[in-house]
């Protein structure tokens, strides 16, 4: 019985100076590495799920099994819808069960955004459910993931605007703009620690950083030590889960399907295993 809300998941976050990994599914292999991955570590995961397994003729069904995935885990899981990008997908996710909701108002201009977090934070805290929302924007999406992306530092948040957007909203948490991009770099990142640090002296809230593939070890330390408490990941698990499925078939002629998910599950869980243990998520105390 472990699914609970995203708040709860991040709870201890701030004062222990560690993240908590959220990672994206859409199927069955990429909901059972996770979850396995995140029992195998023994802490909390957010376990994001996209705006197309909320809506069409399968979404009951694969919610259905995603709730009682999370709810039977060993770990303490929030189930979060990532980048909503409408009112009605966020309500929608939760009554499909999602504990966790983010409008992403990122691309929209300020007072639309505020007015429609605000819209969503109504009804999602009436029905107990944590709301995340983001100002500035992190470049790159589900379009363009493989295609390479570069930061557009003319979006990166303000340390005034992250402030006026949380008190025009109470949001619960805010995903910034810091130099990350979604899916794969076009060249090195670089990312503003010094900002995301004022940001985090700024605000009592969890800050959330997207655009977690591509980085190395030393760059996730360093926003985890300068106030990340939550960090998006998925293109790099999909790449590797990818990248051992064709070595099997370059290795193996004689090969079911079944071979090949569960190469590809371990491969994934493996990924997702080791970043957790980089963001230094710790198992809550109470
Ligand atoms: P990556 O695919 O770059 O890891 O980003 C994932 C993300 O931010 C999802 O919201």
């Known amino acids: 019985m472990s699914l609970v809300t995203m708040s709860e998941v991040l709870k201890e976050s701030i004062e222990k100076k560690y993240a908590v990994g959220a990672f994206d599914t859409m199927d069955r292999v990429f909901t059972e590495a996770i979850l396995d991955a995140a029992e195998q570590k023994g802490v909390p995961v957010i376990l994001m799920v996209m705006p197309m397994s909320v809506e069409g003729p399968e979404a009951e069904r694969f919610m259905g099994y995603v709730v009682k995935r999370c709810r039977e885990s060993s770990v303490p899981v929030a189930l979060h819808l990532d980048h909503s990008p409408t009112y009605e997908h966020c309500v929608k996710a939760i009554h499909l069960g999602c504990t966790s909701v983010m409008f992403d108002g990122s691309s929209?201009?300020?007072?639309?955004?505020?007015?429609?977090?605000?819209?969503?934070?109504?009804v999602a805290h009436a029905c107990g459910v944590t709301v995340e929302a983001e100002i500035g924007h992190v470049a790159g999406h589900e379009g363009n993931m493989l295609d390479g992306n570069v930061a557009d530092e003319s979006a990166f948040t303000t340390v005034e605007e992250a402030k006026r957007f949380y008190e025009d909203t109470g949001v619960d948490c805010l995903a910034v703009a810091i130099g990350t991009v979604h899916g794969v770099y076009k060249g090195t990142p670089h990312l503003d620690l010094e900002r995301l640090q004022e940001i985090r002296d700024a605000l009592p809230i969890p800050i959330v950083i997207h655009g977690g593939s591509g980085l190395v070890e030393k760059d996730y330390k360093g926003m985890v030590a300068h106030g990340a408490n939550k960090i998006n990941f998925f293109t790099a698990m999909s790449l590797e889960a990818a990248a051992a499925v064709r070595k099997l078939l370059a290795e193996k002629e004689k090969l079911g399907l079944q071979d090949i998910t569960i190469v590809g599950q371990k491969a994934a869980e493996e990924v997702v295993a080791k970043h957790i243990e980089i963001f230094g998520t710790q198992p809550l105390s109470c």
């Open 108 to 122: 929209l201009p300020y007072e639309e955004n505020v007015a429609i977090t605000k819209k969503v934070i109504d």
